[in-house]
């Protein structure tokens, strides 16, 4: 088992801002705590991390569809889902500091961890984490919103609505990806834990005597889809919840883990929610929320088990896990071995030389690659920078046009990985990339 490398911490925060991953929001006026821009690189290695889940969660299913519900809901929604009296971490204020901290976080509940005083901590006091706003043009006389604090409840509350439009019957499910929004008493690590964020969630609604079969289910699958796009076995764990862990509605809960520079922490969660939600909201509304077995002619409630991932600190870790130093020629190389299906770029094309007379060659082969694939033109400094360059934002192969390329119709491709090269004629150049990244 992989111990934790408390100094990738700074590494992985250095590398996204000086490579165009993340940058810290609205920067020049001394920046917004806890927020954070996704850069040029950023928002595609973002974006693929989401594509690759729908496409393992909808595109190669037959049993779930997708939803884009409302980020702003009405009170009745979060009522009746116990988010108003029950979504809250307990808060303590330190009476010497000043400081804020979540009681169930500090190691010990009688120090605080910012100045170390001990006995200085108030009285723990429940914190609702939703933001709230109004809807109308005057406060006064505007409707009281919420911003929702995770995608699930919109999709309980349409499930009558994807059930008769989909044609689809329990076993079956809802997926969406979205923003959400918690007003955290002690965000922190980076992107790991902010006030806005993107989750990854889908609700799978079935039969209340499947429920557990469909719990182990996805909990197996889940963990497989991490590995399949290169997470290593060694830093990745599935660790089932404690009884005294438990939300109230759940059963069962296990989290997927990646083991941080700080240790172990949640990726995502898959848990048997039982038929909690759809109760509550079909008492709520006053609308049924079942499903009807025509085998045996009765009707009921399904149970759901969901499993609900972090968009954000997904991407994060998959940096955390493809980051690497090793040294070549006395140099040290840092290199992101991305899985090329959520490497920001594919491939990247380098003319040896700005001259002109190899200007329009490499744009004709660019011309040639950005439709299929994510490209990068780069023909800037030296074509050893501009080789490591590519190899620490993780592009998996670099497309060298040289003056050779003008008579024999040819270019040089080389590997991330292995450094390996290869000359390819520019008529298979695209059958040679589709063997490797398709």
């Known amino acids: 088992m992989s111990e934790p490398d408390p100094q990738l911490f700074d590494k992985i925060v250095n590398l996204s801002k000086r490579r165009g991953f993340v940058f810290q929001s609205a920067e020049i006026y001394g920046g917004f705590r806890s927020t954070y821009d996704y850069g040029p690189l950023g928002v595609l290695l973002l974006r693929n991390v989401k594509d690759a889940w729908w496409r393992s969660m909808v595109q190669l299913r037959h049993d779930v569809v997708g939803l884009d519900a409302s980020i702003l809901s009405p009170p009745q929604v979060w009522e009746a889902s116990g988010h108003l009296t029950n979504f809250s971490d307990p808060l303590v204020d330190c009476t010497t500091c000043n400081s804020r901290h979540r009681l169930d976080k500090l190691a010990d509940p009688e120090v605080c961890p910012s100045c170390g005083t001990r006995g200085s901590l108030t009285e723990a006091r429940e914190f609702n984490l939703m933001f709230r706003t109004h809807a ?12 929702r604090p995770e995608t699930a409840q919109g999709m309980f509350i349409n499930f009558a609505n994807v059930l008769h439009t ?33 989750q990854m969630e889908m609700e799978f609604f079935v039969p209340p005597d499947e429920a557990d079969e469909w719990y182990d289910y996805w909990c197996r699958t889940r963990m497989e889809w991490y590995l399949d796009l290169g997470m290593p076995a060694d830093q990745l764990r599935l660790r089932p919840h404690d009884a005294d862990e438990l939300s109230h509605y759940s059963s069962a809960t296990s989290d997927v883990e990646f083991l941080f520079p700080w240790g172990w922490d949640e990726l995502e969660g898959i848990a048997n929610r039982g038929d909690y939600d759809l109760t509550q909201h079909a008492e709520a509304s006053g609308e049924k929320l079942d499903s009807f077995d025509q085998a045996s002619g009765e009707r009921y409630t399904p149970h759901v088990i969901e499993p609900a991932a972090g968009a954000t600190r997904t991407a994060m870790a998959f940096l955390m896990a493809a980051y690497a130093e090793e040294t070549v020629d006395d140099d040290t190389r840092t290199v992101l071995r991305l899985d090329p299906r959520i490497a920001p770029y594919k491939v990247a094309v380098l003319p040896l030389s700005k001259k002109d007379t190899l200007t329009p060659t490499a744009h004709e082969v660019f011309d040639r690659i950005k439709g299929r694939w994510m490209a990068d033109y780069d023909e800037t400094q030296s074509i050893g920078k501009r080789y490591a360059r590519q190899d620490e934002v993780g592009t998996p192969y670099c497309v060298t046009v040289d003056f050779d390329t003008l008579d024999d119709r040819a270019v040089t491709v080389r590997d991330r990985d292995s450094r390996a090269q290869d000359r390819v004629s520019l008529d298979k150049l695209d059958t040679y990339l589709s063997d490797r990244l398709d």
């Not at 043009?137 to 009281?144: K, L, M």
Request: proline fraction near 9%; glycine fraction near 8%; hydrophobic fraction near 35%.
């Open 136 to 147: 109308g043009p005057v406060t006064e006389t505007a409707a009281e919103v919420y911003l």
């Open 166 to 198: 989909s044609r689809k019957k329990p076993p079956f499910g809802i997926a969406q990806i979205g923003k959400s929004f918690r007003n955290e008493i002690t965000p922190g690590n980076f992107v790991f834990r902010t006030r806005e964020f993107e």
